[in-house]
C-alpha cells in the first residue's frame, strides 16, 4: 500500500503537469496541450481511485485526516468533470478543474496527520453519504461556476459589440455555457439537499435537535435557499443567461466560503483543523 | 551556366483594373498561346492570372527580365515601354519571398483571403500539364503551398471574418455554437442578407423562413434556400420560432419593436435570439438590445466587427512574415545546394574512378587472392575516398553555410585543385 505521503507526492506531481499544461495550452490557444492536461488529470484521477479501491481509506469511518478529505474532494471534481467532458463534449471543464484539484493538494500536505475524530454516535453509512453527496454538490457546482463566470464574460463581449478573441475565443458559445451551468446546478442541487437532510438527522441524534445555531448550518441553510431560487426558476421559470450565472456564481462563492472560512476559521462544529 | 530565379508581375497595387485588364494573361495558358518560349535562356516558367494580378515566374540565364516583358507585352499586343512602368521585377531571394508572400495571401488586397492559394494550384497544375517547369519551379511551387499551409495553421491570419455576411455567421455561432438545431427568419431580400442566410445554411441551419412584402418573390428565395415563405404581415408569430433573424427591407420605420420582444422572449423560454440588422434605415429598433438573452448587431456594428479583425489580420501577418522569411532561407538553401550537386558528384565519380583503376592494378600483381579478400579490398578503398572527399565536401557545403559569398569561387577552386573539368 502507498503511503499518504506518497502518493499525495504522485498525485501532486500529476495534477502540476496538468496544471502546467492547462495554462500554457490556455494562454497558448494549443489544444494539444489541452487535451495533454486532461490525460494527466484523468491519469491522476484513475491512480486515485485506485488507491481508493485498494483501501487507501480503509479506517474512513474511524476517522480521516484533514488532508484526506480535501485529496477526497479533488477525486469528486475531477470524476464530474470528466463526466461533464465526456457527456457535453467540452474538454473546458476538465482543462479548468486541474489547477483547483492542484491547490486542494497543495493546501491538503501539511493536513495529512490531522486526523479527524468523528464521535462514535454518528459513524454511520449516513455519515459518507452526508460527505459524498455535498462533495458531488460542491464539484458540480465549481462546474457551473466556471461556466458562469465564462459565460458573462463573452456575452459582455457579445453584448457590446466587443471582439470576443484570445483565451475567450477557444470557449464554447455562450449557449453551451449557459446549458453546462445549468445541468450541473439542477444536478447539485438534489445531491446538496441529501447531504443536508443528513446533516440535520446527525444533529437530531446527536443533540436532540436538528438545528443547534451552529455557524456551519445558518450558511449552509442559506446556500440551500439560494440552489433552491436558481433551481426552481431555471426549471419552472425558464431562467437563461446572465441572471443564473451571476446567482450561481453567488452560491458557489458561499459554499467556497463555508468550506474555507466557516470549516477553519469560525466556532463552529465542522471546524476541523482548529 | 548560373541558373536564377525571376519573377515579373504586376497587381493591384502597381496597377489600375484597366492595366491589369490590358496585360492579363488568363487566356494564353495553352501551349500555343504561353507567351514565354522555354528555350536555351528560359528554362521554366509559370504564369499566374488572377483579377488582382499577373505574375510570371521563370528560370533562366541572368537578365532574361527584359525578353520576359518584351515577349508577355508582344502577345497582348503591345509595347515593353507601355508596361514597364506598371511592372515590379524580383530575382532570387526575394522572387522566392514574394511568391510565398503571394501564396500565404500576405499580398492579397484582403489579406489572407483564401482563393490566391487555390488559384496558384489551378495556375500550377495547367503549367505541369504544358510541361512548363522543371525540377526548381516544381519544387518552388510545392514549397510555396506547404508555406500558405503553415501560415494558416500557425496563425490566425484567415480566421475571423472581413465580410458582413460572414461576421454576421461567425457571432451567430459565438452565440448558439453548431447551428443545426437552429431556425433563422429572413425578413426582405437584400443582398447581403442572401449571402448571411446562404452562409448559414452552409453552416447546417436546420430551418429558414423568408419573410417578404412581395410573397412571390419571398417564395422564390425560400426555394433556393431550401425554407419556407411565410407572410409578411405574420412575420412577428415567426420570431418566436427564429434564433436567428436577420432583416434588410427598406421600409423607412422600425418593424421589430422593443415593445414586441417580451412576450416574444417568454414564448421562447428565454432562448437567445440574435437580430442582424442590415437595412439603412434600420428595421430593428435599437433598444431590441437591452433585453437579456438577445442580441442586436446594426450594419455599423458589423462593419465594427470587420475593421477589427481587419486589424487583427495585419497583427497576424506579422507572425506569418516569419514563417515566410524562415521558409525562404531554407529554400535558399536548397537551391545553392543545387548549384554544388555537379560539383559534388564530379568530384565522387573523379576519386571513386581512380580508386578503381588502382586497385585493377593491385589485383593484377595479387593473382592468389580469394573472392571474399579482393572485395575486402574493393570495400577498403572506397571507404579511404569517402573518407579523403570529406574535407573537400565540407569545404564546398560550408561555403554555402557562410551565405554563399564565394560559392562560385569556391566551386572553382574544388575543380581546379582535383582537375575535374579535364575529360
Redo the contacts between chains.
Sequence with gaps: MTSPEVSTIILFIFYTVSTILAIFGTIGRNKKLKYGSCIFAVVAFLFQTILLINGFHKNFISGLSVGAYLQMLAWFIILCSIIATIKLKQILLLVFSAPVCLILFMISSPFLKLMINIPSTIKTSFYMFHIGSLYISLSLMLIAFISSISFLL?EKR??H?A???GVLADL?????LDKISYISTVLAFPFYTVGLLNGFFWSSSLFGSAISGDPKEIVSIFIWFCLAILFHNRIAK??????PAKLTILIFSLSLFSFIIVNTAMNSFHSFIR | MENEIFLIGLNHRTAELHIREQFSLSSYCDSDTWPIKNDQVIYESFILSTCNRVEILAIGNKDVENLIIDSWASAKGSTSSELRPYVYIYKGIDAIKHLFSVASSLDSMVLGEPQILGQLKKAYRKAVELQKTGSILNRLLHKAFSVAKRVRTETSIASSAVSISYAAVE?A?????EMHSHSALLIGAGEMAELAALHLLQNGIQKIYVANRTFSKGRELALAFNGIAVPFEKMTSYLGESDIIISSTGSQEPIIHAKDIESILSIR????MFFIDIAVPRDIDPDV?TF??V?L?DID?LK??IE??MN?RQEEATKAEKIVDEEVAFFNDWLRNLELQPTILSLIQRTERIAHEELDHTLKHLPNLDESQKEALERMMIALTHKLNHSPLMFLKGSHMRKNKNNAERISLIRQVFDLDRQ
Design positions: 463573452i457579445i453584448k459589440k471582439r470576443v478573441k464554447p458559445s455562450i449557449s453551451n425558464s431562467w437563461k443567461g446572465k441572471k | 457571432l455561432k459565438r452565440i448558439f455554437g423560454k428565454n432562448r437567445p438590445n437579456d438573452n442580441y448587431y456594428d465594427e466587427v477589427e479583425n487583427n
